[in-house]
């Protein structure tokens, strides 16, 4: 395909409710959404890059730095441009895997529209639906935390994740489990704690929990399997998986036993299909990560999930848990406990331009 023009487009999306995790509060997502055209079609990317470095190095000022700087010239100076070919032109560009996890899945929508082909059969998906599970931020106190995850048991969410820190662990917990009985529960440590916890969390395995997420900093592999021999309650890496080479070494170290796929975090869908590819010749079980995306990033997950070697259900969840309005025209909705896999060509949804434009806050369009 040739590349006619790229267009970075910056837009505010309020949340419905603040969102605290172990590395601060958002209350406001301010996303860059990429569009690429081609004489015959046109594809979306969805950056998932926060507004600071705080939950990995990257941010989203300088997600559209590095691109426009370094990423847009190195696609622009080759004339054919196909999805697989993104990955290769820009690897002499070292990290920032959100910024060019952005591009090439714009590159792959543009791609599958042209041809017609859906983002599931791309990623080897195999099924119509999703179970969807639904992230709980950190809460003031355990009476808020309990009337949360009731609402969302009440909408239909079939796994509960629990965010965590130090000092709001076993009793939240304690207290979900105590409330909701045998339902399907996790936690997520966002990289809060070190080694010296290691008994302090093996207070968890008394909750029956699926997994503990990321419980040590992301460089900390050894540190993991170490843990994992610690506690009983099974280790999932989050931010510690850059790449399909990292998830099979920290599998081979015994530090993973479920592994978190996020495509923005390992630099695109493609790699992310590698990913789970690794996972189902290891028999270990990968979920699909969410990043508080829009419509355009969670149709792309969900078809992602389609995949079998997504075993768990994913941080999926409903565009309402996020966002009162979506910037699609067929928000993702959870019905049964599941969200729909898209089925169209590409993303198989269709930007809501009017609301775009709306929550837009700037535009750069290049050319080669
Ligand atoms: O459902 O989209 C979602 C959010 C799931 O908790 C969630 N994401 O660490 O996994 C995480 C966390 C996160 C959110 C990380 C925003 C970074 C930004």
């Known amino acids: 395909m040739k590349i006619d023009t790229i267009e970075l487009r910056r837009i505010a999306m309020p949340l419905v409710s603040p969102f605290r995790t172990s590395f601060g509060i958002q209350t406001e997502r301010d996303i860059l959404l990429v569009r690429v055209t081609t004489p015959e079609a046109e594809g979306w990317g969805e950056c998932v890059a926060l507004l600071e470095p705080v939950y990995s190095s990257e941010y989203v000022d300088g997600a559209q730095q590095v691109m426009e ?5 190195h696609l622009f100076a080759q004339g054919d441009v196909n999805t697989t070919d993104v990955a290769p032109l820009l690897a002499p560009v070292q990290g920032h895997r959100m910024a060019k996890a952005a591009l090439e899945m714009a590159v792959l929508d543009a791609e599958l529209r042209l041809t017609g082909r859906s983002w599931a059969r791309e990623m080897g998906g195999t099924v119509d639906r999703v179970p969807s599970g639904v992230s709980v931020g950190i809460l003031d106190t355990v009476p808020q ?6 609402r969302y048991v009440d909408d239909g969410y079939v796994r509960i994740k629990l965010k965590i820190e130090p000092g709001w662990d076993i009793e939240p917990v304690a207290a979900v489990r105590e409330r909701f009985g045998d339902i399907p ?4 440590a966002n990289a809060a704690y070190t080694l010296a916890d290691a008994q302090h969390l093996a207070q968890l395995d008394a909750f029956d929990l699926l997994m503990i997420e990321q419980p040590l900093p992301e460089d900390h592999i050894r540190a993991h399997a170490e843990l994992a021999r610690t506690v009983r309650t099974p280790i999932c890496l989050d931010e510690s998986i850059v790449s399909a080479q990292s998830c099979v070494d920290a599998i081979m170290m015994g ?3 479920v592994v978190n796929i996020k495509p923005g975090r390992v630099g695109g869908y493609l790699e992310a299909r ?3 590819d690794v996972c189902a010749a290891h028999d270990v079980p990968a979920w699909c990560g969410g990043m508080v995306e829009t419509g355009l990033g969670r149709a792309a997950n969900a078809a992602l999930a389609a995949n079998p070697a997504f075993r768990l259900p994913g941080d999926i969840s409903a565009a309402a848990r996020f966002y009162a309005r979506d910037i699609v025209t067929e928000p993702i909705t959870v019905e049964d406990g599941h969200v729909r896999v898209p089925e169209g060509p590409g993303l198989g949804t269709m930007i809501d331009q009017a609301f775009l434009d709306e929550v837009t806050t700037s535009v750069t369009t290049h050319t080669g």
């Open 69 to 73: 700087r370094f990423l847009l010239p």
């Open 145 to 150: 935390l309990l009337e949360t995850v009731q």
């Open 185 to 188: 529960l996790q936690v997520d």
């Open 255 to 257: 530090a993973v036993h």
């Open 274 to 276: 590698k990913i789970a």
